[in-house]
């Protein structure tokens, strides 16, 4: 079992910026890893991952262009950069690991993780 913690979450206005972070007790250089959010009452939705490899990513439509994801493999830290912030971001953010996926690709689907965090929360408000 991995056990993953987000931090970096918080109150932020809209068209603000905020960077999450995650890390690990486990190495995290062989998996996939991904961020997902969630609000009440909704299913839990792909934001973006990012290969075991680094070189690929992928985002859900409605944060291309203000979310970018990356990874620190000397530090073992996954993080989402999130710019231009909107009132409809608001959610808690779970990073997760997906332990079966390709080296040089990655999938946002929640199904295909294996580890997940506590989340953290993001609130966007004026």
């Known amino acids: 079992q991995v056990q993953l913690v987000e931090s970096g979450g918080g109150v932020v206005q809209p068209g603000g910026s905020v960077t999450l972070s995650c890390t690990s007790d486990?190495?995290?250089?062989?998996?996939?890893l991904g961020w997902f959010r969630q609000v009440p009452g909704k299913e839990r939705e792909g934001v973006s991952c990012?290969?075991?490899?680094?070189?690929?990513?992928s985002y859900v439509d409605s944060v291309k262009g203000r979310f970018t994801i990356s990874r620190d493999y000397r530090k073992n830290m996954v993080y989402l950069q999130m710019n231009n912030l909107r009132l409809q971001d608001t959610a808690v953010y779970y990073c997760?690991?997906?332990?079966?996926?390709?080296?040089?690709?990655?999938?946002?689907?929640?199904?295909?993780?294996?580890?997940w965090g506590q989340g953290t929360q993001v609130m966007i408000s004026a």
């Open positions: 990012i290969s075991q490899t680094g070189d690929y990513t």
């Open positions: 486990s190495i995290l250089d062989n998996f996939g």
């Open positions: 997760a690991t997906d332990r079966k996926a390709f080296t040089t690709m990655c999938r946002t689907n929640p199904k295909e993780y294996d580890d």
